[in-house]
């Protein structure tokens, strides 16, 4: 199996980096900001996000982590460590690293749906745009278009040779 780099630590960090300002310009009347990453590697881009947004601004932000199943987000209620009240009348930003079919995102946002959030924004790494759920991300790192046979990983095991690769 093949993999092609098409993302390096540098140019993650770019995206990042851009993506965290387009967040702070959409958000920055916020007194707090909910950042709320899919656990796995959705939650260490979050980190990342949340990192750069303290480096940036004075908004007040409190990481999360949602746990589902991916494969099958319907066998179990997806789960967050937030209370409801935590994010009641606060604006969330749902993370994950690739977007894919939307699978795993759309239960995640479901999470939400019935919840007094005042607004909720979804950010990806790399959007694949094969969506077959209807969710899309609000804030992208990189699109791109795969075949259906194709995938995406994304490699956050080292600091500073962080990667992405077409697989």
């Known amino acids: 199996m093949q993999k092609t780099k098409i993302l390096d630590a540098i140019q993650i960090n770019q995206k990042l980096n851009r993506m965290a ?5 959409n958000n920055f009347n916020e007194k707090e900001l909910l950042i709320v990453g899919i656990d796995g590697n959705g939650y260490k881009v979050a980190e990342r996000i949340v990192d750069i947004l303290k480096s940036i601004s004075t908004i007040k932000i409190k990481i999360g982590k949602i746990k589902l199943d991916k494969e099958n987000p319907w066998l179990f209620e997806p789960k ?3 209370k409801e009240k935590d994010y009641e009348n606060k604006s969330v ?3 994950d690293d690739v977007l894919n079919s939307g699978k795993a995102l759309m239960y995640a946002v479901k999470l939400f749906l019935n919840k007094p959030v005042k607004q909720l924004n979804t950010l990806v790494l790399v959007d694949r745009s094969h969506t077959r759920f ?3 991300a609000d804030f992208v790192g990189l699109s791109l278009s795969t075949t259906l046979q194709e995938r995406i990983d994304t490699d956050f095991s080292k600091k500073g040779k962080e990667a992405v690769y077409l697989v």
Request: hydrophobic content about 45%.
């Open 134 to 136: 209807p969710v899309k």
């Open 21 to 25: 300002y387009q967040v702070y310009e």
């Open 93 to 95: 930003i749902l993370v």
């Open 80 to 82: 967050t460590d937030f």
